[in-house]
T-cell receptor, first 108, second 115 residues
Framework: RKEVEQDPGPFNVPEGATVAFNCTYS??????FFWYRQDCRKEPKLLMS???SGNEDGRFTAQLNRASQYISLLIRDSKLSDSATYLC?????????FGDGTTLTVKP | NAGVMQNPRHLVRRRGQEARLRCSPM?????VYWYRQLPEEGLKFMVY????????ESGMPKERFSAEFPKEGPSILRIQQVVRGDSAAYFC?????????????FGDGTRLSIL
């Protein structure tokens, strides 16, 4: 079993749609959690940190459930520019473990 | 530019040669991490360094790969006697402290191609 598992994707949605990505992790000692996006295998860019209380940044909402070892990302009102691969990242003692990513394509 | 700087952006080597990849962390960051992304795969952790110390090298292949982060200068990822399977994108990231809540910021990566 992989340490971090994500929805296999790909997700193809129309502009304006709401889309949700899920991620589970196996190590209950994991300390911190993030969502990154990667465009065309360029450098990963931080999208947002994920907290147990849930956090929102504009159209993006992230949620962490430590009991279930589950992380989610919700994107509302999808834009063409949201097309990318979304990476779930779990950290422990500095080491980051990446999920394989979920590819999102937003179509006009 | 205060971001993580990696060079070269692209590196071509023949089998058996050595590859040296450099990473200068963001200003004020003393922690450096190297990741590798093979074609069609996700990013995989290789090594975590602080100045003059290797903290965690659990993701580094046991042979041919080494990393350092000297007191002065950039962090270096060195691959000796490269093989075709070393072709990948190598990303460096940095953070300011050991606080796991501090996100890591990535450089543009070095694309290594082995002929």
């Amino acid at each position: 079993r992989k340490e971090v598992e994500q929805d296999p994707g790909p997700f193809n949605v129309p502009e304006g749609a709401t889309v949700a990505f899920n991620c589970t992790y196996s190590n209950s000692a994991s300390q911190s959690f993030f969502w990154y996006r990667q465009d065309c295998r360029k450098e990963p860019k931080l999208l947002m940190s994920v907290y147990s209380s849930g956090n929102e940044d504009g159209r993006f909402t992230a949620q962490l459930n430590r009991a279930s070892q589950y992380i989610s990302l919700l994107i509302r009102d999808s834009k063409l520019s949201d097309s990318a691969t979304y990476l779930c990242v779990v950290r422990l003692h500095g080491k980051s473990t990446f999920g394989d990513g979920t590819t999102l394509t937003v179509k006009p | 530019n205060a971001g993580v700087m990696q060079n070269p952006r692209h590196l071509v080597r023949r089998r058996g040669q050595e590859a040296r990849l450099r990473c200068s962390p963001m200003k004020g960051h003393s922690h450096v991490y190297w990741y590798r992304q093979l074609p069609e795969e996700g990013l995989k952790f290789m090594v975590y360094l602080q100045k003059e110390n290797i903290i965690d090298e659990s993701g580094m292949p046991k042979e041919r790969f080494s990393a350092e982060f000297p007191k002065e200068g950039p962090s270096i990822l060195r691959i000796q006697q490269v093989v075709r399977g070393d072709s990948a994108a190598y990303f460096c990231a940095s953070s300011p402290s050991t606080d796991s809540n501090q996100p890591q910021h990535f450089g543009d990566g070095t694309r290594l191609s082995i002929l």
